[in-house]
């Protein structure tokens, strides 16, 4: 069997379509078609089947792109454990970071792989995650950092591995906070809130803790970016939620104060591989260091 044939195979099939995988490795559709023809007549069955313009794989070429798939996971695998040789060479590390993730927060989580004995260079992209999923599943990225698992509706074969968690605390402007006398967290039916936006796990965990709490609250705004947020949140917009275990960047000359913690709200975190076995050094590092930092809790608590 003709490798580079498979190879062709293997792009359409991960790409939905000849004119899609020509684009992805510059090959043309032509050339495409006429190589997956030629792997065809070799193997002596159809592996792709046309529906009006769209391609399907046959029951063969589910088999085939099966196969394709653990042979060219294992290439990307043995040419990553290369990479490491000669010694003295710096590792590239390629990362992704959803972009719901508090930049301070990632890099904590980052942060033992570029603590090794050995040059680093590391690439980060920030992006949503059903699109660095799709760059991972390309080997274009050695891993994700989340805040969630891989989507059970997204359909690229990853694994989670689980590097901590940390609760919420709820930050706001001193004089803000002076706004309500009651106590946390009755008082946030009583302030404007600001929250992270609708895609991220601290969003989804907040707005199923407010309904537990039957607390009406008024959203001045939503960010994806939690600087923004942060921002916003110093000039008396509204109180803001954060992972505690960032508290500590906010100390009171920050001209924030913390008006209360949620130990019941658990915000994981996770970094997504391809891979079932784990060869980056940085990888390595980094899921065999869980950052105890992300458990930190704070005072003023509430359930």
């Known amino acids: 069997m003709n490798l580079k044939h498979l190879y062709y195979f293997w792009k359409v099939a991960k790409h939905g379509g000849v004119m899609r995988a020509g684009e992805a490795i510059h090959i043309s559709p032509q050339t495409l078609s006429g190589q997956i023809k030629l792997l065809e007549d070799q193997l002596g069955t159809a592996l792709f089947k ?17 196969y394709a798939d653990e ?15 000669p010694k003295g060479r710096a590792i590239e590390f390629r990362v992704g970071v959803s972009d719901a993730l508090p930049k ?52 690229v074969k990853a694994y ?3 590097l901590g968690e940390s609760g919420v605390t709820f930050m706001a402007h001193p004089e803000l906070a002076k706004k309500s006398t009651l106590p946390f967290p009755e008082n946030l039916e009583h302030l404007p809130l600001l929250l992270p936006g609708e895609d991220s796990a601290i969003r989804k965990a907040i707005n199923e803790w407010l309904g537990q709490q039957r607390l009406r609250v008024s959203i001045a705004g939503e960010f994806d970016d939690a600087a923004l947020m942060a921002a916003f949140g110093r000039e008396q917009v509204g109180v803001f939620p954060i992972p505690s275990a960032l508290a500590v960047e906010y100390p009171p000359e920050s001209g924030l104060v913390q008006i209360g913690n949620v ?7 996770y970094a997504l591989t391809i891979k079932r076995r784990l060869t980056h050094p940085c990888v390595l590092a980094i ?11 704070a005072t003023g608590s509430a359930k």
């Open 50 to 66: 046309r529906q009006g313009r769209a391609l399907e794989l046959t029951e063969a070429g589910k088999l085939a792109l099966e």
């Open 104 to 155: 301070s927060l990632a890099y904590r989580l980052l942060r033992p792989a570029i603590k090794l004995d050995q040059p680093i260079r590391i690439i980060c992209r920030e992006w949503r995650l059903d699109r660095l999923l799709a760059e991972l599943a390309l080997h274009r990225l050695d891993l994700v950092i989340s805040d969630s698992p891989v989507p059970s509706n997204i359909d």
């Open 71 to 85: 042979m060219f996971t294992l290439e990307a695998e043995l040419d990553q454990a290369l990479r490491q040789y």
């Open 263 to 269: 130990e019941t709200i658990r915000i994981k975190y």
């Open 160 to 162: 989670s591995h689980s």
């Open 287 to 297: 899921t065999s260091h869980v950052d105890n930092t992300l458990n930190v809790t």
